[in-house]
Every structure is written in C-alpha cells, then in structure tokens.
C-alpha cells in the first residue's frame, strides 16, 4: 500500500494525557498536512511541514500541540494534557511539493480518531 | 471567517436523476478548487478539480462548473448512484503560505434507490 498511513485508527485517552499521531507520507511525497475535523464540521488546516521544517503552523493552537517531521520517521503531532475538546478525526495529507500537486491535489490518510474521556 | 461554504449539509435523490452540490467562496486569491469525497471512518478522496481560469470541467459522470463573477462554483453528478452516497467536500487551493487546502462543512449526499 503506498498510501499515506496514518497510526493509530482510534486512540482513546483521559483528560491529562498526551496523544501521538504518525503519518508516514506516500512515498517520494516530502510534504506534510495535519488538519481537524471536529464533529458535523469540515476539515480544518493546522500546520504544514516539510522534512525537518515546520513551514506553517498558523492553524495550530498555540499551547499543547506540537508538530514534527524529522528527517527519518514519520510525522508526528503530538497533543500534551488533552482535553475533551481535543476529541476530533485528525487527518494527514501529503504531497510531492508545497500546494499540491499541480491541480491543488493532497493525497489524505484515513485519519486518526482521537477521544477523550 | 469561513472562506468556503457549503449552505446545504444534507441532499438525497433519487437513483438516476442529476444531483448539484453547491459551493461558494469569498477569496478571490484561489486559483484551484477541488472536489473530495468522504465515507464514514475513511480519509478524503479527490474526485475532480478545476482551474480558476476555466469553467467546466468533466471527468465521466461527474462535471464541475465555475462562476467565478458569482463565486460559485457546482458539482454535478448524473445518473447519481447509491455508492454515490457520501459527504462531498469542496476545497480551494492557493491561498496562505502552505497553499494548503481549505475545505467547506460539506454536503451529505444520500442517493435512493
């Protein structure tokens, strides 16, 4: 499967606790997304990364989260001291450059579902 | 401050018949915008796009118009399917540092058979 691969599916985890998402990017594709998707809502931009760098970060909250990429391994965006309202569908999307590919295309995994108990 | 908007969340027709989900956008910056369908626990997939210098685009039985003096843009889907049934989300591309996506509420589609 050369899609990208999101781990855990499901992560349940009680308030206080820290949770680590991966994503690991399709293959030759150096380009990362995290977004949100809450409940009855859409999918909304957190932060964009290419190897090593964080590019963009402005969708983000600006306490307890933090995103990585490093240079071997898969993404990670980690959320310390989690609360109910972190309960959400987190999806990583990837690309082969920034934007997309060259019709705005990114390539999602199928999320990880964090809740909060 | 939504840039894309999706004002119906739900729509259900009847197997056969034409169905016309509705987008709108308020920056005029985009320059891509693009369809994603989405099943319940699975990720978005990208059914078509469109560029902001044209008007229609077609691929099978599903075709994308783009009113750009309107900001508006369609999906039409026809004949519509039962496997058709899923949220469809419209996303615009080109805005922001990232050019990340930015996606609308989306639109549940239910096709009767």
């Known amino acids: 499967n050369a899609g990208v691969m999101q781990n855990p599916r499901h992560l349940v985890r009680r308030r206080g606790q820290e949770a680590r998402l991966r994503c690991s990017p399709m293959k030759g594709h150096s380009h990362v997304y995290w977004y949100r998707q809450l409940p009855e809502e859409g999918l909304k931009f957190m932060v964009y990364?290419?190897?090593?760098?964080?590019?963009?970060e402005s969708g983000m909250p600006k306490e307890r989260f933090s995103a990585e990429f490093p240079k071997e391994g898969p993404s990670i965006l980690r959320i310390q001291q989690v609360v109910r309202g972190d309960s959400a569908a987190y999806f990583c999307?990837?690309?082969?450059?920034?934007?997309?590919?060259?019709?705005?295309?990114?390539?999602f995994g199928e999320g990880s579902r964090l809740t909060v108990l | 401050d939504q840039q894309v908007k999706q004002n119906s969340p739900s729509l259900s027709v009847q197997e056969g018949r034409i169905s016309i989900l509705n987008c709108d956008y308020t920056n005029s910056m985009f320059d891509y915008f693009l369809w994603y369908k989405k099943y319940p626990a699975e990720g978005p997939t990208f059914l078509i796009s469109i560029s902001s210098i044209k008007d229609k685009n077609e691929d099978g039985r599903f075709t994308v118009f783009l009113n750009k003096s309107a900001k508006h843009l369609s999906l039409h889907i026809v004949p519509s399917q039962p496997g058709d049934s899923a949220v469809y989300f419209c996303?615009?591309?080109?805005?922001?540092?990232?050019?990340?996506?930015?996606f609308g509420s989306g639109t549940q589609l239910t096709v009767l058979p």
């Open positions: 996303a615009a591309s080109g805005s922001g540092s990232a050019r990340q996506l930015t």
């Open positions: 999307a990837s690309s082969p450059r920034r934007g997309g590919t060259n019709t705005g295309e990114l390539f």
């Open positions: 990364l290419q190897k090593e760098n964080i590019i963009d």
